[in-house]
């Protein structure tokens, strides 16, 4: 009797709505009643099967993702399904403040509203819940291709209707290194969970994720979805098909980090092209420099990076990755001149007053003209620091790594 009590309960605290879930509702009542606790405990399912039938409303929000360490080792570790010389891929990531937020309602087709973050409306778009027609989206190339990749994933592995997605506010920048891409693929895929009571997982999200992204084309790796893990620091082993996530303790005294969008264009396409063509077998001796790179060069910078991290070494933070960018500079360079050259980015993180008052800094994501990180040395020189930012004519926002809250 008390498990069909437990379920009563709990099916009137969710608030049943709808001529079915009252129905079943009532017809468990009488089932509990005569003592056939297992079949009451069945109908109260299906009362809140029913309950979960109506097209409740979600609010959901989905940060960004920032790499502090590490970058393109998360694909490069992926490569070991084809060779297993190759070292395994290391990276430190974090969830940003600034995100997408999302209101979500069940229909019958797939429709996306999105907001960019200078209040832009973009949509609505609009695709119907059919394999072939989400493929064709998917492969298109458009701003909604990754929603339609995400899917159609969910389409493949659950019996599932539509969304209606409205992205009304985004504080993320687009294409600058912050992941926005994985974030709406990460918000998709959350949507569908949280509509259809799919019940994924964090690590189940950030897979129809990574899957949804990978329909459009990209040459992503696994590290960018690890927005779903939100703001705490995260360090990810990528080998081959396996992810491995540890989570890495936050200093007590926040690390105060500045971003700065540099304000020009990058080919993350051909970036990534360029790189991966030592893969998954170098040729020549370039080619293996940048397995080295990638490989234990990576994994010892990261370790070093982890131990300031959770010690709260600002200084040392700031240290590493200058060292990184000089790593990323000596051997991403060469394979594609044309982007990594990128004398925005190495102005500013020459920047003699910026220098003044930070311990370090280096490229975000992908690398080239796109976004910079700093370790500041403190809140007034982070302050100090954006304003010297501004007059550069570029937006910056401050991140703090830790922290007591």
């Known amino acids: 009797m008390a498990a069909a009590v437990s379920q009563q309960d709990a099916a009137r605290k969710a608030g049943l ?47 960004g993702r920032l790499c502090l360490f590490g970058e393109h080792s998360d694909w490069a570790g992926g490569f070991r399904r084809f060779n297993k010389e190759i070292v395994p891929g290391k990276t430190l990531v974090l969830g940003t403040p600034q995100g997408l937020s999302a209101r979500v309602t069940r229909c019958d087709e797939l429709v ?44 493949t592995r659950h019996r599932v209707r539509g969304l209606d997605i409205d992205q009304h506010t985004s504080t993320l920048p687009l294409r600058k290194g912050l992941s926005s891409s994985a974030a709406i693929c990460v918000l998709a895929a959350r949507a569908f969970s949280r509509c259809y009571d799919l019940k994924l997982t964090t690590r189940g999200e950030m897979e129809y994720a990574y899957l949804g992204e990978l329909a459009t084309g990209s040459a992503c790796g696994r590290m960018d979805q690890a927005c779903a893990f939100g703001p705490r620091p995260t360090l990810l082993t990528h080998d081959g098909d396996r992810l491995e996530t540890e989570a890495v303790a936050a200093p007590r005294a926040p690390i105060l980090l500045l971003i700065v969008d540099l304000g020009c264009e990058k080919d993350t396409p051909r970036m990534l092209a360029a790189l991966q063509r030592s893969y998954p077998t170098p040729a020549d001796d370039r080619g293996r420099r940048v397995h080295a790179w990638l490989g234990l060069r990576n994994q010892r910078r990261v370790a070093r990076a982890v131990a300031a991290l959770e010690a709260g070494d600002a200084e040392r933070l700031g240290e590493l990755m200058s060292e990184a960018q000089e790593d990323f500079d000596a051997h991403a360079r060469p394979e594609c001149p044309e982007e990594f050259e990128a004398p925005t980015l190495h102005a500013v993180l020459a920047n003699p007053e910026l220098g003044d008052l930070c311990w370090g800094g280096k490229g975000i994501g992908c690398g080239g003209e796109g976004t910079a990180q700093f370790v500041c040395k403190s809140a007034a020189d982070r302050d100090r620091a954006a304003a010297v930012v501004a007059e550069l004519g570029m937006w910056s926002c401050g991140i703090d790594v830790g922290g007591v809250t």
Request: hydrophobic share 45%.
């Open 17 to 63: 709505a709808g001529k079915a879930a009252e129905m079943y509702a009532q017809e468990a009542d009488n089932l509990a009643m005569d003592g056939k606790n297992e079949d009451a405990a069945r109908m109260y399912e299906k009362a809140a099967a029913a309950v979960g039938s109506t097209d409740a409303t979600v609010d959901l929000f989905v940060p």
């Open 112 to 155: 996306v509203t999105a907001t960019s973050n200078d209040g832009t409306t973009i949509g609505p778009w609009r695709c119907s819940m059919d394999r072939g027609e989400l493929r064709s989206e998917a492969e298109s190339g458009s701003f909604f291709s990754y929603v339609a990749g995400v899917a159609l994933v969910v389409l």
